[in-house]
T-cell receptor, first 116, second 112 residues
Framework: QKEVEQDPGPLSVPEGAIVSLNCTYS??????FMWYRQYSRKGPELLMY????GNKEDGRFTAQVDKSSKYISLFIRDSQPSDSATYLC????????????????FGQGTILTVHP | KAGVTQTPRYLIKTRGQQVTLSCSPI?????VSWYQQTPGQGLQFLFE???????NKGNFPGRFSGRQFSNSRSEMNVSTLELGDSALYLC???????????FGQGTRLTVV
C-alpha cells in the first residue's frame, strides 16, 4: 500500500464548476501538506501548503486538512480552462530538528480537464 | 527572482552510458532535492543536499549519486544507464527544510 493515495482520474468538468481533489495517507507522522500543479512538460508548481488541520484559502483555491481522518483536499472554485493540469498532493515528515531533509512523498496526481 | 534552473532540458543516452544533470537553485536556497518522475511510479525522492552534505536518500540503487557545490548548485549522476532510467528528473530547492519547495522544469532523460 502506498503511503499517499490519490485518485488519478481523469476528471473532466465544465468551466465554472467547483472541483474537489483528494488524497488519503497512512503515515500519521506527516505534518506538512502541499498541493502542486503540473502542466504538461513542466515542473510542478507549488499552489498551497499547510501544516494544521482546517482550511486555508488563497484566491480560488482552498486547501483542507483532516489529520484525524488522514485526508486532505483541494477545492478549486470557478474553475477555468487554464486550470487544466495534473494536481499532485505532497506530504513531509519533520524530524525533531524541524526539517524533513528535503523528502516529499507524493500522490500519483489527478489529471484535471476544464472544458469551456 | 530567478527560479530553479535545470540543464539540459532533454537528453538521449544509450544503455550502459552515464549521465550528469545539473540544477541551480533559487538564490539563497541551500537545500536541493532530486526526484524521478515516471508514469508508473509518479514522483519519487532520490536524495537531498544541504550545504554540500547529503542529508537524506531515497530507495534508489547506488548508480544514482549526487553532489552539491559551495554555491548550492547541485549535480546528479546516473552510471550504467538502464532503459528503466528513462524519466523526468526534477530538482527542488528550498531555504533549509521543506516548508516550501520549488521545482525546476526538469530534465527529460531517454535511454535507448
Amino acid at each position: 500500500q502506498k503511503e499517499v493515495e490519490q485518485d488519478p482520474g481523469p476528471l473532466s468538468v465544465p468551466e465554472g464548476a467547483i472541483v474537489s481533489l483528494n488524497c488519503t495517507y497512512s503515515n500519521s507522522a506527516f505534518q506538512y501538506f502541499m498541493w502542486y500543479r503540473q502542466y504538461s512538460r513542466k515542473g510542478p508548481e507549488l499552489l498551497m501548503y499547510t501544516y494544521s488541520s482546517g482550511n486555508k484559502e488563497d484566491g480560488r483555491f482552498t486547501a483542507q486538512v483532516d489529520k484525524s481522518s488522514k485526508y486532505i483536499s483541494l477545492f478549486i472554485r470557478d474553475s477555468q480552462p487554464s486550470d487544466s493540469a495534473t494536481y499532485l498532493c505532497a506530504m513531509s515528515v519533520f524530524n525533531a530538528g524541524g526539517t524533513s531533509y528535503g523528502k516529499l512523498t507524493f500522490g500519483q496526481g489527478t489529471i484535471l480537464t476544464v472544458h469551456p | 527572482k530567478a527560479g530553479v534552473t535545470q540543464t539540459p532540458r532533454y537528453l538521449i543516452k544509450t544503455r550502459g552510458q552515464q549521465v550528469t544533470l545539473s540544477c541551480s537553485p533559487i538564490s539563497g536556497h541551500r537545500s536541493v532535492s532530486w526526484y524521478q518522475q515516471t508514469p508508473g511510479q509518479g514522483l519519487q525522492f532520490l536524495f537531498e543536499y544541504f550545504s554540500e552534505t547529503q542529508r537524506n536518500k531515497g530507495n534508489f540503487p547506488g548508480r544514482f549519486s549526487g553532489r552539491q557545490f559551495s554555491n548550492s548548485r547541485s549535480e546528479m549522476n546516473v552510471s550504467t544507464l538502464e532503459l528503466g532510467d528513462s524519466a523526468l528528473y526534477l530538482c527542488a530547492s528550498s531555504l533549509a527544510g521543506i516548508k516550501e519547495a520549488f521545482f525546476g522544469q526538469g530534465t527529460r532523460l531517454t535511454v535507448v
